[in-house]
């Protein structure tokens, strides 16, 4: 089955933001499923005041990301946007990694984090009645 969707990365100096809360700018990319690889990528400005609205308004399906506090990422939840954080590294690894089906997201798990980025985006895909598409 396709895995078709728009993700969210804030970003900062070329890597992902540190605290989403204080972001100013995010990376979007949709992910083809039929294709398993991400279409081209744009920077967007975020709106500190309305970061929710933002990504509702673009579309947004999933938002990585180093940090986000709870009520923040409740918000996110409430308007239908996955959130998978404690994530670092460049946006382009983290499209590559998701458009892989979530391989090689365990690699690019925050320093000291023992989430399990690849779980919680394929129990995402599950819950969906998704496959994610693999690289293999």
């Known amino acids: 089955m396709s ?8 970003v900062w100096n070329g890597r992902v933001s540190p605290v989403f809360d204080v972001a100013r700018t995010i990376c979007v990319a949709d992910i083809d499923g039929e294709l398993g690889e991400p ?6 400005a975020l709106n500190p005041v309305r970061p929710v609205s933002t990504l509702t308004d673009l579309g947004i399906d999933l938002l990585a990301c180093s940090a986000i506090s709870a009520p923040l990422a409740s918000a996110m939840s409430a ?5 998978i954080s404690d994530i670092c590294g460049s946006p382009d690894e983290i499209i ?5 089906g979530g391989d ?3 690699g690019l798990r925050s320093p000291g984090s023992r989430r399990d980025p690849k ?3 394929v129990a ?13």
């Open 124 to 136: 995402r895909t599950s819950r969906q009645g998704r496959e994610p598409q693999s690289s293999r």
């Open 39 to 44: 279409n081209p990528r744009a920077i967007h």
């Open 104 to 106: 090689g997201l365990e």
């Open 3 to 10: 895995l078709d969707m728009r993700i969210a990365i804030p």
């Open 96 to 100: 590559e990694a998701l458009a892989a």
């Open 79 to 83: 308007a239908g946007i996955e959130v």
């Open 119 to 121: 779980r919680s985006f």
